[in-house]
């Protein structure tokens, strides 16, 4: 499973999030927003395109981050530490 995690700094949702994924045992990518948002080298292969798509379907994207995208699915922060309970106990 891939977990990667999109935030920008100073973002306390943000920080609160990446505490309750290591707490629920799971390891993550994290990236910056800011970086996902502005042209760059590879922005049609690293996913870009998708995370801008979820983010323009569910509106702003300040008031969507942390936004969490599990193997190819994405996540609000509630829904993502749905999943990731759900996943854990799979594993369990």
Do not use: N
Not at 7 to 36: D, M, N, V, W
Not at 42 to 64: F, I, N
């Amino acid at each position: 499973m891939k977990i990667r995690f999109y935030s920008r700094p100073g973002c306390g949702k943000c920080e609160s999030a990446k505490q309750k994924i290591k707490l629920l045992g799971f390891e993550y990518e994290e990236h910056t927003l800011e970086y996902h948002i502005t042209l760059h080298d590879g922005w049609r292969k690293d996913g870009t395109t998708e995370l801008m798509a979820y983010l323009a379907y569910k509106g702003d994207p300040k008031v969507q981050l942390p936004t969490i995208q599990i193997d190819e699915k994405y996540f609000d922060y509630p829904g993502a530490m749905r999943e990731l309970k759900k996943l854990r106990k799979v594993k369990a």
